[in-house]
């Protein structure tokens, strides 16, 4: 795996050994991206949460393109562990959690999160709930493809099918 675009791009990145996480594959973070800066313009200064976060990718990949700081949760150690190296790695400005993500307490408003949960754990929306999402923040969901995502709080603003994942683009009202 590697960074997309910014100022690591090319960088390679680890993602934790085993089955417990499912990384974004790179062709649908680009696709994500692209959706995120066509809305966003630019991800200079943004406050960014990476949720379910596996390797880090999305967070870190928002960190590459300018984003001020990211808080990484994830509960799973060797998950952890890969954050922590790839946060080390590339001098990237972030928090990490290891905490299960549907009760997070991150500190601080943000403008950008990138949530990840299993597939069909139905997780989205509790760890929705409790982000410190600033109003007109976007959320970024990745479930399987015929997963719904009901989020009070949220107007959904874009979903893109890409292979066996969903992305669904939330506005915080």
């Known amino acids: 795996m590697r960074i997309i675009s910014g100022r690591w791009r090319g960088r390679p990145i680890v993602a934790p050994a085993g089955q417990a996480t499912r990384p974004t594959s790179d062709r649908t973070r680009e696709a ?11 991800f200079e200064g943004l406050r960014v949460a990476d949720l379910f976060a596996g390797s880090g990718a999305l967070g870190l990949e928002a960190l590459s393109r300018g984003a001020a700081h990211c808080t990484f949760v994830e509960k799973e150690r060797a998950a952890v562990e890969a954050i922590r190296r790839n946060v080390a790695a590339l001098g990237a400005e972030a928090d990490i959690l290891a905490t299960p993500a549907e009760h997070a307490r991150i500190a601080g408003e943000l403008h950008l999160a990138f949530l990840d949960p299993p597939y069909r754990s139905g997780l989205a929306p509790a760890a929705l709930a409790r982000l410190p999402l600033a109003p007109g923040g976007l959320a970024s969901v990745e479930t399987a493809r015929d997963e719904t995502i009901g989020a009070e709080g949220f107007e959904e603003e874009a979903t893109r099918i890409h292979g066996k994942a969903k992305i ?5 009202l």
């Open 32 to 42: 994500l991206f692209s959706m995120l800066a066509s809305r966003l313009g630019s």
């Open 168 to 172: 669904t683009l939330l506005r915080k």
